[in-house]
C-alpha cells in the first residue's frame, strides 16, 4: 500500500461508509497500525483543538432559521477529525442545499482550512 492511502476500503468484511462512521471514544480513521486499521489514542493525551468547529458554526448558524438548534460535535483522530452537524429538521435542506451545493461549498471549505492545518475533516450531517 502507498504511502497516504487510506486503510478503511481494504476491509473485505465492511463497507467503506461504515469503516468511516464507526465512533469511538477517539478513533483514528488515517493509515492502517499494528491494532488494524485504527488507532486508539490514550484517553489522557492532549489534542490540539483547531478552529474548524467556530468556522464551521458561523457558516451554518447564518443559513439556517433555528441558529440555537445547531450542534457540532468533534470526533478527534491522529490525521482526520470527524464532525458531526445536527441541525433541526426543518433546517435540513437549508444546509443541504440544491444538488448538495451548500454541503459541497462547506466540504471545500473545510477541506482549505485543514490543508493549513495538516489535518483531513469530514463533515456528516445530521437531523435532530
Same mark, same amino acid.
Given at each position: 500500500? +502507498?504511502?497516504?492511502?487510506?486503510?478503511?476500503?481494504?476491509?473485505?468484511?465492511?463497507?467503506?461508509?461504515?469503516?468511516?462512521?464507526?465512533?469511538?471514544?477517539? *478513533?483514528?480513521?488515517?493509515?492502517?497500525?499494528p491494532s488494524g486499521g485504527?488507532?486508539?489514542?490514550?484517553?489522557? +493525551?492532549?489534542?490540539?483543538?483547531?478552529?474548524?468547529?467556530? *468556522?464551521?458554526?458561523?457558516?451554518? $448558524?447564518? *443559513?439556517?432559521?433555528?441558529?440555537?438548534?445547531? $450542534?457540532?460535535?468533534?470526533?478527534?483522530?491522529?490525521?482526520?477529525? *470527524?464532525?458531526? &452537524?445536527?441541525?433541526?429538521?426543518?433546517?435540513?435542506?437549508?444546509?443541504?442545499?440544491?444538488?448538495?451545493?451548500?454541503?459541497?461549498?462547506?466540504?471545500?471549505?473545510?477541506a482549505a482550512a485543514g490543508?493549513?492545518?495538516?489535518?483531513?475533516?469530514? &463533515?456528516?450531517?445530521?437531523?435532530?
Open positions: 500500500m +502507498a504511502r497516504g492511502d487510506f486503510a478503511i476500503f481494504e476491509d473485505r468484511d465492511r463497507t467503506s461508509a461504515q469503516a468511516v462512521s464507526d465512533r469511538g471514544d477517539r *478513533l483514528s480513521l488515517d493509515r492502517r497500525g485504527r488507532t486508539v489514542r490514550p484517553s489522557g +493525551a492532549e489534542v490540539k483543538r483547531g478552529p474548524m468547529k467556530p *468556522l464551521i458554526m458561523a457558516i451554518v $448558524q447564518s *443559513l439556517v432559521d433555528r441558529p440555537e438548534e445547531v $450542534q457540532i460535535t468533534e470526533v478527534v483522530g491522529e490525521h482526520v477529525h *470527524l464532525l458531526e &452537524l445536527r441541525v433541526a429538521k426543518e433546517d435540513l435542506g437549508k444546509v443541504i442545499g440544491k444538488n448538495g451545493a451548500h454541503a459541497t461549498a462547506i466540504r471545500t471549505i473545510m490543508g493549513k492545518e495538516k489535518k483531513r475533516y469530514i &463533515l456528516e450531517i445530521l437531523e435532530n
